[in-house]
């Protein structure tokens, strides 16, 4: 049986830096080499990065998209690259944005992927299912493939497809086991939510015994927005066996040698037969690939997942990482209470950035508590972090002068004072402030507009208050584990959470305990349960009316809400869209 030496480049690209991008791949096809891989491969669309959403419909950027793919073939063969074969995802058209006058019915943009080889485009394939759920908007996008590309190299056939292509059962994976190949490429886009990676690895067998070939999975890592894409790229025998797999949420390059079925030659007939789901097979002969290695075979390991709370913390630590530095922001700033969601985001912030980067404001008011402005600042001490003190009552008091306010109003005041002041702090030294209200605030509506939910990105915006103190306790644990000073001060976590915005308040006089009130939270938003659904899982109705009118009636909020790293299955934004204006309601 032949053996290919697989290079899986798990790398950042950033949306429309198709210089960059392009770089990107020279620099980690030149690794690839050096390590003796035969077949390279890089994630979806990673020539322009991805979602480009309605860049799609800029001929403009089609254009420079396939512009850019030349290049880079050029390039490769000018960097003494050139026997080797490279697939790269990349945007492609063959025919009008679907939304012009001038649309053509099957042509249109086309989500792509080409194999380079001797400074040429050799081989093309476009996505076959588009997905059109969660965060996908593919339909809107993109016209889907009909064919499925299959490449003769090194004496094995070699199926392309790319991301959702993997997930549905049928199209190109059952093509591919019809048309007889030894390996299935599949580039990836896949955003990470948590779990993810419990559920792939079924999937990907799935699609092995499907095809009845080995599977090379490769994903992209990086922040995007509200996504961050995780990695966790991977072969997988056509038996099930994982052979081998990398690390989350870095950069990495793995290389490993697989054994595959010589190429027959009754399978070349096969090519523009009428395959699974009316595929047609496309085949093209890649000649005079690296001759394989000799030595030792290349073995790329086994990385095994890590605990939820550090997967999480991963995912925040580089959402936050790369929307500040993708959109080059010199640093960020945010408040800091002395409560558990703040010194969370401040440590996420550090960890992402370095203390240097991080400025935490203490903004205390006449109803801040001592511990709380002691907790801010031993915060800021364990962390390292730049530490300011910007007292918010004369000010508020100069309001409440020539203004005539109670109750509420007052409280709200407060909270947008500290609003004033960080967003003045970013226009006089441009950080990006960092909003600190979690998922459960957030989906009740309790937060003040303007306010506490001032701010440009909003690290926990997808996580729960109970995961909130659960990685508080772990980052702690794992600080002590490895001899480093806990950032996050024990009252913070230990004491009951309040926006002290008046004389001994707590959550708990409007919202119901968190362990409560997050399970309901759970079951209507992430599940789509209704009010029946959630009677029947056991909690009490009166709290779950009391709680449903509260998230219906505050959509308002969260449309006007920051984005946030997306970690859960339906992140608040592009996953779950609802209307503002809704006079439905679950309790009749």
Same mark, same amino acid.
């Given at each position: 049986?032949?053996?290919?030496?697989?290079?899986?480049?798990?790398?950042?690209?950033?949306?429309?830096?198709?210089?960059?991008?392009a770089?990107?791949?020279?620099?980690?096809?030149?690794?690839a080499?050096?390590?003796?891989?035969?077949?390279?491969?890089?994630p979806?669309?990673?020539?322009?990065?991805?979602?480009?959403?309605?860049l799609?419909?800029?001929?403009?950027?089609?254009?420079?998209?396939?512009?850019a793919?030349?290049?880079l073939?050029?390039?490769?063969?000018?960097?003494?690259?050139?026997?080797?074969?490279?697939?790269?995802?990349?945007?492609?058209?063959?025919?009008?944005?679907?939304?012009?006058?001038?649309?053509?019915?099957?042509?249109?943009a086309?989500?792509?992927?080409?194999?380079?080889?001797?400074?040429?485009?050799?081989?093309?394939?476009?996505?076959?299912?588009?997905?059109?759920?969660?965060?996908?908007?593919?339909?809107?996008?993109?016209?889907?493939?009909?064919t /499925?590309? &299959? *490449? #003769?190299?090194?004496?094995?056939?070699?199926?392309l $497809? %790319?991301?959702?292509?993997?997930?549905?059962? @049928?199209?190109?994976?059952a093509?591919?086991g019809?048309?007889?190949?030894?390996?299935?490429?599949?580039?990836?886009?896949?955003?990470?939510?948590?779990?993810?990676?419990?559920?792939? /690895?079924? &999937? *990907? #067998?799935?699609?092995?015994?499907?095809?009845?070939? $080995? %599977?090379?999975?490769?994903n992209?890592?990086? @922040?995007?927005?509200?996504?961050?894409?995780?990695?966790?790229?991977?072969?997988?025998?056509?038996?099930?066996?994982?052979?081998?797999?990398?690390?989350?949420?870095?950069?990495?390059? /793995?290389v490993?040698?697989?054994?595959?079925?010589?190429a027959?030659?009754?399978?070349?007939?096969?090519?523009?037969?009428?395959?699974?789901?009316?595929?047609?097979?496309?085949?093209?002969?890649?000649?005079?690939?690296?001759?394989?290695?000799?030595g030792?075979?290349?073995?790329?390991?086994?990385i095994?997942?890590?605990?939820?709370?550090?997967?999480?913390?991963?995912?925040?630590?580089?959402?936050?990482?790369?929307?500040v530095?993708?959109?080059?922001?010199?640093?960020v700033?945010?408040?800091?209470?002395?409560?558990?969601d703040?010194?969370?985001?401040?440590?996420?912030?550090?960890?992402?950035?370095?203390a240097?980067?991080?400025?935490?404001?203490s903004?205390?008011?006449?109803?801040?508590?001592?511990?709380?402005?002691?907790?801010?600042?031993?915060?800021?001490?364990?962390?390292?972090l730049?530490?300011?003190?910007?007292?918010?009552?004369?000010?508020?008091d100069?309001?409440?002068?020539n203004?005539?306010?109670?109750?509420?109003?007052v409280?709200?005041?407060?909270?947008?004072?500290?609003?004033?002041?960080?967003?003045a702090?970013?226009?006089?030294?441009?950080?990006?402030?960092?909003?600190?209200?979690?998922?459960?605030?957030?989906?009740?509506?309790?937060?003040?507009?303007?306010?506490?939910?001032?701010?440009?990105f909003?690290?926990?915006k997808?996580?729960?208050?109970?995961?909130?103190?659960?990685?508080?306790?772990?980052?702690?644990?794992?600080?002590?584990?490895?001899?480093?000073t806990?950032?996050?001060?024990?009252?913070?976590?230990?004491?009951?959470p309040?926006?002290?915005?008046?004389?001994?308040?707590?959550?708990?006089?409007?919202?119901?305990?968190?362990?409560v009130l997050?399970?309901?939270?759970?079951?209507?938003i992430?599940?789509?349960?209704?009010?029946?659904?959630l009677?029947?899982?056991?909690?009490?109705?009166?709290v779950?009316?009391?709680?449903?009118?509260?998230?219906?009636?505050?959509?308002?909020?969260r449309?006007?809400s920051?984005?946030?790293?997306?970690?859960?299955?339906?992140a608040?934004?592009?996953?779950?869209?609802?209307?503002?204006?809704?006079r439905?309601r679950?309790?009749?």
């Open positions: 049986m032949p053996t290919l030496r697989l290079a899986l480049c798990q790398v950042n690209p950033a949306v429309g830096d198709l210089t960059g991008n770089g990107l791949v020279r620099a980690w096809t030149r690794r080499a050096d390590a003796g891989a035969q077949l390279v491969l890089f979806e669309m990673v020539l322009t990065g991805y979602p480009v959403e309605d799609v419909f800029r001929r403009s950027f089609v254009a420079a998209s396939k512009a793919l030349d290049r073939a050029a390039d490769l063969a000018t960097d003494g690259l050139g026997e080797l074969p490279v697939v790269v995802g990349y945007l492609d058209a063959d025919g009008p944005p679907q939304v012009s006058g001038d649309a053509e019915p099957g042509r249109g086309r989500n792509a992927a080409a194999l380079l080889h001797r400074g040429e485009i050799v081989a093309t394939y476009f996505k076959h299912h588009l997905p059109n759920y969660g965060v996908f908007d593919e339909d809107r996008y993109f016209v889907p493939g009909d /499925l590309t &299959v *490449v #003769r190299l090194g004496g094995v056939d070699v199926a $497809t %790319i991301c959702e292509d993997l997930w549905q059962a @049928g199209g190109p994976f093509a591919a019809q048309a007889g190949v030894g390996l299935v490429v599949n580039i990836n886009g896949s955003p990470y939510e948590l779990n993810k990676d419990d559920v792939r /690895l079924p &999937v *990907v #067998r799935r699609r092995a015994a499907e095809a009845g070939a $080995t %599977i090379a999975y490769v992209m890592i990086g @922040g995007q927005d509200e996504l961050v894409f995780e990695g966790d790229s991977m072969i997988v025998a056509p038996d099930g066996t994982l052979l081998t797999r990398a690390p989350q949420f870095v950069e990495h390059l /793995l490993h040698d697989v054994e595959l079925p010589a027959g030659d009754g399978a070349a007939g096969m090519a523009g037969a009428e395959l699974a789901d009316g595929l047609r097979v496309v085949r093209r002969t890649v000649e005079g690939i690296p001759p394989a290695p000799t030792p075979a290349a073995v790329g390991g086994i095994e997942p890590v605990a939820d709370e550090a997967e999480v913390w991963q995912a925040l630590v580089l959402g936050l990482r790369d929307y530095d993708k959109n080059r922001f010199p640093s700033v945010l408040g800091l209470s002395g409560g558990i703040s010194a969370v985001v401040a440590a996420i912030a550090v960890d992402a950035l370095g240097d980067r991080v400025v935490g404001v903004m205390p008011s006449q109803h801040s508590s001592e511990h709380s402005r002691e907790d801010a600042a031993e915060l800021a001490k364990r962390t390292g730049d530490f300011r003190i910007e007292p918010i009552q004369p000010m508020v100069t309001f409440l002068a203004m005539s306010l109670s109750g509420v109003a409280e709200n005041l407060q909270a947008r004072v500290r609003g004033v002041i960080l967003m702090l970013s226009n006089q030294e441009g950080p990006l402030v960092l909003t600190t209200g979690n998922k459960s605030e957030l989906a009740v509506g309790y937060s003040t507009l303007y306010g506490d939910s001032v701010g440009g909003n690290p926990i997808d996580v729960w208050k109970t995961l909130v103190w659960r990685l508080a306790k772990w980052r702690n644990v794992e600080a002590a584990r490895a001899g480093a806990p950032p996050i001060p024990e009252n913070s976590i230990g004491k009951p309040s926006a002290e915005l008046s004389p001994g308040q707590l959550d708990s006089d409007s919202l119901p305990d968190y362990d997050d399970p309901i939270l759970i079951g209507y992430d599940g789509d349960l209704g009010r029946e659904g009677v029947a899982s056991g909690h009490d109705p009166a779950v009316d009391k709680v449903l009118r509260m998230v219906d009636t505050a959509e308002y909020k449309r006007q920051a984005p946030g790293t997306k970690i859960s299955m339906k608040f934004g592009r996953d779950r869209r609802l209307p503002i204006t809704n439905w679950e309790d009749g």
